[in-house]
């Protein structure tokens, strides 16, 4: 039907435009069953008013693919959550998107702040070296050391911290550089479609993707060298 009026549907089955699908079914099934077996088929609308068995069916069709497209009754208000949802695919993409980003952020975020407590960390222990105990045996200084203090005291400098990812490396140092994971089990830890694998709490193999690139020098790790035979 190109144009159904569904006011004469719910006209004739004595129900308002807002009810819902249960009242409709009923109410078509109770006037089917209590129509006379020998009601003829005329037009759209007869000359009482009512409507012919064939017509009613086909607008009770349209009254129920409306419904299971919009979500509601023809006639029906429509449901607020329902009006602020993205009418496109192009809107789901553009959400999708901007989800993963702030993902992204917050990731960012973590690790900047745990590589700058890991760098605290770091000074707190250099200096705490540095005024050493009374009791403690002053060390000597050393012609051309890196840092030398008032007290003639000789410190080396700190090891820097790594910036990559490395075969071998423990958990704790993995955090400090890529910072905590979206998934983690004893053996795998997940960021997005990139992941790292552990053996023995050691790093032991890697994959990073262009999507979410891991700090590492490769998307795999290098092949480890072939062992050398007993002979060789």
């Known amino acids: 039907m190109k144009n159904p009026d569904y006011n004469h549907l719910y006209l004739e089955l004595g129900l308002q435009p807002g ?6 079914r009923h109410a078509y099934r109770r006037h089917v069953a209590g129509l006379h077996p020998d009601r003829g088929e005329q037009d759209l609308l007869r000359g009482d008013g ?3 068995l064939s017509d009613l069916n086909v607008l009770y069709g349209e009254a129920i693919r409306f419904q299971q497209r919009y979500g509601r009754l023809p006639g029906a208000p429509q449901p607020i959550h329902a009006r602020g949802a993205p009418t496109s695919a192009r809107s789901t993409r553009a959400s999708a998107v901007a989800h993963v980003g702030g993902d992204r952020s917050g990731v960012a975020a973590n690790r900047g702040r745990r590589l700058l407590l890991a760098l605290l960390l770091v000074a707190a222990v250099v200096a705490g070296l540095m005024l050493g105990s009374p009791d403690a045996p002053v060390p000597v200084a050393v012609h051309g050391s890196a840092d030398t203090s008032a007290t003639g005291m000789s410190v080396p ?3 820097p911290l790594p910036t990559q990812l490395a075969l071998g490396m423990d958990a704790a140092t993995v955090i400090v550089i890529q910072g905590e994971p979206v998934g983690k089990s004893d053996v795998e830890w997940s960021y997005g479609p990139s992941w790292l ?3 023995k709490g ?4 890697w994959y990073s993707s262009q999507l979410y690139p891991l700090r590492t020098g490769s998307s795999r790790p290098p092949p480890k060298p072939p062992a050398e035979s007993p002979g060789g």
């Open 202 to 205: 050691k790093l032991s193999d």
């Open 50 to 52: 009512s409507l012919s």
């Open 157 to 159: 400098p700190p090891e």
């Open 197 to 199: 694998r552990f053996e």
């Open 19 to 24: 009810c819902g699908i249960d009242e409709l």
